[in-house]
């Protein structure tokens, strides 16, 4: 069965950091892009980082020189480490592949408040 599972969600004050993992399982992970995607209270689900199947990475401007995005193929798994992390970065981050799994997972909610 193909599964995401994300983990690593937590409140932080502003400035801090928080590192988010996705673990995959039902599929051959290393052979796909990567990507991680978060959704804000009231706006439209938004594409935050790529990893593609060679290490490449892609961000998004709002986070980008702040979030690295990185893979572990062995552990099928997926992160992001979020640094410098701002009230507007409150959202639930969710993965998913490239082409996307229909079934998205639960996400893992950050929320960035004093």
């Known amino acids: 069965q193909v599964q995401l599972v994300e983990s690593g969600g937590g409140l932080v004050q502003p400035g801090g950091s928080l590192r988010l993992s996705c673990t995959a399982s039902g599929f051959a992970f290393s052979w796909y892009a990567m990507n991680w995607y978060r959704q804000a209270p009231g706006k439209e689900r938004e594409l935050v980082a790529t990893?593609?199947?060679?290490?490449?990475?892609n961000y998004a401007d709002s986070v980008k020189g702040r979030f690295t995005i990185s893979r572990d193929n062995a552990k099928k798994t997926m992160y992001l480490q979020m640094n410098s992390l701002k009230p507007e970065d409150t959202a639930v981050y969710y993965c998913n592949r490239s082409p996307k799994i229909p079934s998205w997972g639960k996400g893992t909610l950050v929320t960035v408040s004093s």
């Open positions: 990893i593609t199947s060679g290490q490449s990475t």
